[in-house]
């Protein structure tokens, strides 16, 4: 069984994204992209600003362009941001020769990764739980409708998704891991 070209995490804030995509991206050999990170670098300021200045919709108008850029590359593993399943026109842009893993968190657990996180505008609300909820009933049927393989993070060490994820992507019976193994000590 080949790698995929590329593979594209979605899911909400607090799934472990950015950490289990770097994890992921190294254990593959694969480059990693964190489609946020990317957006601020270019645009020379934070997510929270864009969000000020352009408002949402300006902020998702750079994301469906970054997500169109990055739609060309192979060999990488990308983090999206949780709302990048809400355009439409996103979707064709994730799914293109891509595996789509959707990292699915609890509403409990989503609440303990991100209430002390200031970059992430739509949570500076009087009641942040409230609005994973609602976000969480908009976005979850997406992301599950676009995912290959739903994993679920709770609970998980990033290490231990990632494993998991390995043997999802790539499973390999016992005896070949031995003969990886064997070959890898010969070129070593």
Avoid at 38 to 61: K, L, M, Q, T, Y
Avoid at 92 to 100: F, H, I, N, Q, Y
Avoid at 101 to 117: F, P
Wanted: hydrophobic share 35%; charged share 30%.
């Amino acid at each position: 069984m080949d790698l995929p070209k590329r593979i594209v995490l979605v899911g909400p804030m607090g799934a472990g994204k950015s950490t289990i995509g770097r994890l992921l991206a190294k254990e593959l050999g694969y480059g990693f992209l964190d489609s946020d990170r990317i957006i601020e670098e270019r645009c020379g300021a934070n997510i929270p600003w864009i969000f000020d200045v352009e408002g949402e919709e300006g902020f998702r108008h750079r994301e469906t362009a970054m997500l169109g850029e990055l739609a060309g590359k192979a060999g990488v593993v990308i983090a999206t941001g949780g709302g990048a399943v809400m355009k439409p026109e996103n979707h064709e842009l994730l799914t293109r020769d891509a595996l789509v893993i959707y990292l699915k968190a609890s509403i409990e657990q989503q609440v303990e990764r991100t209430r002390k996180d200031r970059n992430r505008p739509l949570l500076q609300q009087d009641d942040p739980e409230a609005v994973l909820r609602r976000l969480f009933e908009i976005r979850n049927p997406i992301y599950t409708e676009l995912a290959d393989i739903v994993m679920f993070t709770d609970k998980k060490s990033p290490r231990l998704v990632v494993r998991q994820l390995i043997n999802k992507i790539h499973p390999r019976t016992p005896r070949q891991r031995r003969n990886l193994k064997k070959e890898g000590r010969n070129h070593a």
